[in-house]
């Protein structure tokens, strides 16, 4: 599977943005999906996995203002994101696994896309 992200850009805090993460090779339905950010000397962090049979897992600064959805005939995963706030300026990578055990973790996945780059300005 290669993953292709897209969808970043500069947004005003309290704006809204969405990514969108296009599969090619494969469909994604078998796999468990996610979106995971980075800042500049920090790790890539866990924001939110969704896996085949719809499960959502959000991070603690996810809840209640990001949302993720696919649609599997297109491959295509969708990173809906509200209510920014400056602390969620990153590069954002989606992720794709085939089998997990835990989808908060870096190394569940074995397929990234390439980064995309929110800035959210206050």
């Known amino acids: 599977v290669q993953l292709q992200a897209s969808g970043g850009g500069s947004v005003q805090a309290g704006g809204s943005l969405r990514l969108s993460c296009t599969a090619s090779?494969?469909?994604?339905?078998?796999?468990?999906m996610a979106w995971f950010r980075q800042t500049p000397g920090q790790d890539r962090g866990f924001v939110i996995a969704i896996t085949p049979s719809d499960d959502l897992f959000y991070s603690d600064p996810a809840k209640g203002r990001f949302t993720v959805s696919r649609d599997s005939s297109k491959r295509t995963l969708y990173l809906q994101m509200n209510s920014l706030k400056s602390e969620d300026t990153a590069v954002y990578y989606c992720?794709?696994?085939?089998?997990?055990?835990?989808?908060?973790?870096?190394?569940?996945?074995?397929?990234w896309g390439q980064g995309t780059l929110v800035t959210v300005s206050s």
């Open positions: 090779g494969r469909t994604l339905s078998a796999y468990a």
């Open positions: 992720a794709a696994a085939s089998g997990w055990t835990v989808l908060t973790s870096r190394t569940t996945y074995n397929y």
